[in-house]
């Protein structure tokens, strides 16, 4: 499974991006999806999830308002829409892919067999 994820960049704050994720090598549309991100000096942490299907998602509260995650199983990508962004939503924002298909999704990493190369997302203020 390859994942390639796309769409960061230097934005001044309030400003948005839509983060990308292309997947490819088995079937998309089986396996719930998450994003994670990783600011400087911290720890990967969980950001959003959308089941395999795309009816549910969730974003962690710091984001919430501000992000949206959808996905297009025909295209077989992922998408974070961010609105609003501030300096502290700066980091390296990953696209995950459940192990398991049809499982509800997860917020924890182990959960997430396969994962992006990651995009940088740098929010001035």
């Known amino acids: 499974v390859q994942l390639q994820a796309s769409g960061g960049g230097l934005v001044q704050t309030g400003a948005s991006l839509r983060l990308s994720c292309a997947a490819s090598?088995?079937?998309?549309?089986?396996?719930?999806m998450g994003w994670f991100r990783q600011a400087p000096g911290k720890e990967r942490e969980f950001v959003a999830a959308?089941?395999?299907?795309?009816?549910?998602?969730y974003v962690v509260d710091s984001v919430k308002g501000r992000f949206t995650i959808s996905r297009d199983n025909v295209k077989e990508r992922l998408y974070l829409q961010m609105n609003n962004l501030k300096p502290e939503d700066t980091a390296v924002y990953y696209c995950?892919?459940?192990?398991?298909?049809?499982?509800?999704?997860?917020?924890?990493?182990?959960?997430?067999?396969?994962w992006g190369q990651g995009t940088l997302v740098t929010v001035s203020s």
């Open positions: 995950a892919a459940d192990s398991m298909p049809y499982r509800t999704y997860g917020s924890s990493q182990e959960e997430y067999a396969y």
């Open positions: 090598g088995r079937t998309f549309a089986q396996y719930s």
């Open positions: 959308t089941t395999w299907s795309g009816a549910t998602t």
